[in-house]
């Protein structure tokens, strides 16, 4: 019986022979590696990866998809909201230190599945998604442009990320009304400790009026932690490299 897309789930599926190939090259599976897809749909991702691996696990929220998949020996169905997964747990289960975790990732809930798996990084070896193109430029943005924010410092804080492949809408059914884009995570081996807590609230302050100097927004937010070190404020949040919000949360750490 054929699938209808539904918009509660996020459903775009796939259909580009093309641009399914460039996107499994990228990812590069190689047999028996413990690999986790979010969210695989009618499987245009995962049959290339599951001959390619021997098995994958799979998390899929919609009930119908759900019980399809599980016809199959050699997927490993998890039917679940991808927020409530304990990746941690699921490496145990499956006898692995790390998971190869993939995804064409639900556009509306991009962001809260980037920082779930930000919390649980300890045990992803690698991370390849697909996700609204504005969304990856954001990811990857480099300071004092427009795209760089509080998105770009927590994760490259902990990830090294590159912007691998773009998609147009017309790759998927039903298309899109924007862009697409595959980026490519690797935790970083070596990441500055501190308190990811403390660091996500010192980003949102900063960022939280753009245009404005920090002195009249993280200043403030500096002066009730009682912070006595030194810090230029006379910038605007996004002239501040990764490195220096890094450091400044170290300090507070």
Known sequence: MKHIPRKRFGQNFLTDGAIIDNIVQAIAPQPGQPMVEIGPGLMALSQPLVERLGKLTVIELDRDLAARLR????????????LKVDFRALAARLGVAKLRVVGNLPYNISSPIL??????????EDQHFMLQKEVIDRMVAEPATAAYGRLSVMLQWRY???DVLFVP???????????????????RETPAVLNPKLLEEMV??????RRKILRNTLGKWLDEKGFAGEFNLQRRAEEVP????QALAAQLS
Do not use: G, I, T, W
């Open 71 to 82: 016809l199959r020996d050699d997927l490993d169905v998890v039917e679940s909201d991808v």
């Open 204 to 209: 949102q302050v900063a960022f939280s009026q």
């Open 242 to 245: 990764v490195a220096e919000y």
């Open 115 to 124: 920082f779930h798996l930000l919390e649980q990084v300890d045990v992803v």
């Open 160 to 162: 090294a990320m590159e």
């Open 169 to 187: 809408p017309e790759s998927f059914n039903p298309p899109p009304k924007v862009d697409s884009a595959v980026v490519r995570m690797v935790p």
